[in-house]
């Protein structure tokens, strides 16, 4: 298997909004709202953890943030998260670990690998692992927020008889 340097991506983002709270730069994001979630993103590069911070917090996710895999433990370890966001490649420990770890301790909460490493290496691998989806860099505002909304749909069995109502607009 190939391995790829991990390579410094830019990611604009665009968080101006009306006065109605709705997103001026035309992109459609599906109805999503936080609806107060808790989603905690890992990663060593401050200004990737910066970014998603601003995506996930503008439509009103509650965000917390990592700057490695030794941080997100001590955070994991006291306090639920619906949902995580985690760099592929971190010192001490990489994502596919720490998805890893997060299973074993929380089996319903979704790994979301956000890396700059080839799809299809990372789709390959990501049958059978911890982790539930990943996040191709450069990404998309859209991506983002389409990512979330689908992993928290999945965690809160959304759309299945008997399952719980759904927290965020379908």
């Not at 990663?43 to 911070?53: G, I």
């Not at 966001?85 to 979301?112: C, E, H, Q």
């Not at 799809?119 to 990943?134: I, P, T």
Request: hydrophobic share 40%.
């Amino acid at each position: 298997m190939d391995k790829h340097p991990k390579m410094k991506r830019t990611v604009a983002v665009s968080s101006q909004r009306q006065e109605s709270g709705a997103f001026t730069n035309g992109a459609d994001f599906d109805g999503v709202e936080g609806g107060g979630a808790r989603i905690l993103i890992v990663d060593d590069d401050r200004s990737m953890l910066e970014v998603l911070s601003a995506i996930l917090s503008t439509v009103g996710f509650s965000v917390s943030v990592a700057g490695g895999s030794k941080e997100a433990i001590s955070l994991l370890v006291g306090e639920p998260f619906d949902l995580v966001f985690t760099d592929l490649n971190m010192p001490y420990m990489d994502g596919w670990s720490l998805a890893s770890f997060i299973k074993d301790r929380s089996p319903d909460t979704p790994v979301v690998l956000v890396t700059g490493e080839l799809e299809a290496d990372v789709r390959g691998k990501l049958k059978g692992s911890c982790a539930d989806n990943a996040l191709f860099k450069p990404f998309s505002m859209t991506e983002v927020l389409r990512t979330a909304n689908q992993m928290l749909e999945k965690r809160w069995n959304i759309g299945v008889p008997g399952g719980p109502e759904a927290p965020l607009p379908v």
